[in-house]
């Protein structure tokens, strides 16, 4: 049972252009939401996160916005570029018990084209 | 080099052996994280360590997986009798542990081959 999903396993658009990688979740004890890009044979490289209390955090070309009456996520990335090609995973966790440990979706690839 | 390292960064073994896999967390950091990636999906917690402690080892799979981190700083994840179903990319991340909300810092991954 996935409790964070990205239903879109790739993503491909122009350079210049926006991105935008969507995430839902299924668990409401979700209080902390992180986007992690990932390249070939490396580990994944935190992007940006955002807490349950906002509803949108920016920083440089990434957004998130998390609309919790939807339980979804969205990242946005402009201006698209060539170097953020990669794949990029939404992760979650709850706070509660205090583990922090994150629930990953399955992630989609970005491709940016020249 | 301050960031989370891995060893090694790649193992190969036969069916029903023993493996280690080390993990160094970066300088400072009190939780430690390992989780599991297989091809297609995304990293699948497997324990987490608040100082020397395992706080959650609710993903390990089955017994025949164990961690410890005994001064609080490096871990290690012992597989035994290992399966070929274990192939996979074992990932390791730190975070600092004292804030309310703290991002979790990766280490490059050892890829575990089961033959």
């Known amino acids: 049972d996935q409790q964070v999903k990205q239903n879109s396993p790739s993503l491909s658009v122009q350079e210049g252009r926006i991105s935008i990688l969507n995430c839902d979740y299924t668990n409401s004890m979700f209080d902390y939401f992180l986007w992690y890009k990932k390249y070939p044979a490396e580990g994944p490289t935190f992007l940006i996160s955002i807490s349950s209390i906002k509803d949108k955090n920016e920083d440089g070309r990434f957004t998130v916005f998390l609309n919790k009456s939807a339980k979804h996520l969205s990242l946005h990335i402009v201006p698209s570029q060539p170097g953020d090609s990669a794949v990029y995973f939404c992760a979650a966790s709850a706070h509660q018990g205090g583990s922090e440990k994150l629930v990953f979706g399955k992630g989609t690839k970005l491709t940016v084209n020249p | 080099g301050a960031g989370v390292s891995q060893t090694p960064s790649n193992k190969v073994t036969e069916k029903g052996k023993y493996v280690e896999l080390r993990c160094d967390p970066i300088?400072?950091?009190?939780?430690l994280y390992w989780y599991r990636q297989s091809l297609g999906q995304g990293p699948e917690f497997l324990i987490y360590?608040?100082?020397?402690?395992?706080?959650?080892d609710s993903g390990l799979p089955n017994d025949r997986f164990f961690a410890v981190r005994p001064e609080g700083s490096v871990s290690t994840l012992k597989i035994q009798r290992t399966e070929r179903g274990d192939s996979a990319v074992y990932l390791c991340a730190s975070s600092p542990g004292f804030y309310q909300y703290n991002e979790q810092f990766f280490g490059p991954g050892t890829r575990l081959t089961v033959l």
């Open positions: 300088s400072g950091h009190t939780a």
């Open positions: 360590f608040q100082g020397t402690g395992a706080a959650d």
